[in-house]
C-alpha cells in the first residue's frame, strides 16, 4: 500500500484546507484510514481515523468540530477538510492505513506528509 498527500500549503488563520492523500496498492484489506500530524518539538497527533467496515470517525479532541475526514473509495482517495484553523494546526499531516488480514497480521503505512503552515 503506498499513500501520497497533497494539498498542503500556507493558510491564514480561520481559513480552510482541504488535505488530499491518494491510496495505491492492495486497497481490499485496509481496515482503517486516517490522518495524523506532527508538530515542531511535539509528538505525533492523531487527526482523525475512519473505519473501513463502517461507524463513526474518531478524531482528535483539538480538531473536533472543525475538521472532517472523508473518503471516495472509487478513487482510492481520501480527505481531510479543515476549517476555523489556528496557529496549533501547524504541522507536517501524514495519511496513514492499516493494513492486513489473517495471514499478514495488521500492518501500518504512512505518506511522506504535507506541510501545513497557519499563519495569524
Known amino acids: 500500500v503506498q499513500l501520497v498527500e497533497s494539498g498542503g500549503g500556507l493558510v491564514q488563520a480561520g481559513g480552510s484546507l482541504t488535505l488530499t492523500c491518494t491510496i495505491s496498492g492492495d486497497t481490499s484489506n485496509l481496515k482503517t484510514e486516517g490522518w495524523y500530524r506532527q508538530a515542531p518539538g511535539k509528538q505525533p497527533e492523531m487527526v482523525a481515523v475512519?473505519?473501513?467496515?463502517?461507524?463513526?470517525?474518531q478524531y482528535g479532541d483539538s480538531v473536533k468540530g472543525r475538521f472532517t475526514i472523508s473518503s471516495d473509495s472509487a478513487k482510492d482517495t481520501m480527505y481531510l477538510q479543515m476549517r476555523d484553523v489556528i496557529s496549533e494546526d501547524t504541522a507536517i499531516y501524514y495519511c496513514d492505513a492499516l493494513w492486513g488480514t489473517v495471514e499478514t497480521g495488521l500492518k501500518s503505512f504512512r505518506g511522506p506528509g504535507t506541510q501545513v503552515t497557519v499563519s495569524s
Open positions: 475512519r473505519f473501513i467496515a463502517g461507524g463513526n470517525p
